[in-house]
């Protein structure tokens, strides 16, 4: 099931992972505030960082595709899975601004799962639709998920802050 999981999520893990790597230019909130006087997402979430983790997410969808087959992982899971993941995202950064956490702040477990949570929540029109053998198979396969990314998160993102692409190593 572990197996199934990580290649579930990996479009998502790319999505979320590489707009660190790409971010800059305009800024998804055009640094505007929302009703509470707080910026919406803040300086760290931008358009350029968006469209090119969802770009690679989507490659990363479509060569599982092709190694795993398309029955399994259909051009709608490669399109869905990297953009819920980015939308997570942004929610979780939405959430961090009301409860007054800087850009790059630290939230538990919400900065580990939004992502997640963003793709399970957009890929269910893919379990609806029976994709990988049913309903039962794809919540058993989004809970792994769900379960191992915490981890996994800490750990791809200490990396990223010993490699100084990231400020904190959370």
Known sequence: ????????????????????????GKRMDFGKNFVDGKRIFGNNKTFRGFFFGWGVGIGVGLVEGLVFGFQNYPVLFSLLIPLGALLGDLTGAFIKRRLSIAPGGLLPIV????FVVGAVVFSLPLALIGWQAGVTAFWQVALTALLITPPIHLFTNFLAYKMKLKRNPW
């Open 111 to 114: 900065d580990q799962v939004d």
């Open 1 to 24: 099931m572990i197996v199934e999981a990580l290649k579930f999520i990996f479009p998502a893990y790319c999505a979320n992972g590489t707009p660190v790597l790409a971010g800059g």
